[in-house]
Nanobody, 122 residues
Framework: QVQLVESGGGSVQAGGSLRLSCVAS????????MAWYRQASGKERELVAV???????EYGDSVKDRFTISRDNAKNTVFLQMNSLKPEDTAVYYC????????????????WGQGTQVTVSS
């Protein structure tokens, strides 16, 4: 059983910073891509940032130059440093990861965290 557990959400004023963390726990032989998505009220879920196991990073256009994704492979953890936050960054942020099912397989399953609320006030 694999669980993704997020932490670090909260409320902040515009211009402030928050750091999100997500740990993949349980049966985790290996983790491939780890990502953050977000979903604002009444909107579709969108990709915020993704980082591969080799460290290649991609960002959504709306967060480039403000957010930084990183990971600690030894701890199966992904981080999202969010700076210069804007009210439009308000959303539930979800962790996502591709986890190897068994060490002797090539079967990867995609998992989601439960989400953490980020609220930015003007």
């Amino acid at each position: 059983q694999v669980q993704l557990v997020e932490s670090g959400g909260g409320s902040v004023q515009a211009g402030g910073s928050l750091r999100l963390s997500c740990v993949a726990s349980g049966r985790v032989p290996s983790v491939n891509d780890m990502a953050w998505y977000r979903q604002a009220s009444g909107k579709e879920r969108e990709l915020v940032a993704v980082v591969s196991s080799l460290g290649t990073k991609e960002y959504g256009d709306s967060v480039k130059d403000r957010f930084t994704i990183s990971r600690d492979n030894a701890k199966n953890t992904v981080f999202l440093q969010m700076n210069s936050l804007k009210p439009e960054d308000t959303a539930v942020y979800y962790c996502n990861a591709d986890v190897l099912v068994r060490a002797d397989s090539d079967d990867w399953h995609n998992h989601w965290g439960q989400g953490t609320q980020v609220t930015v006030s003007s």
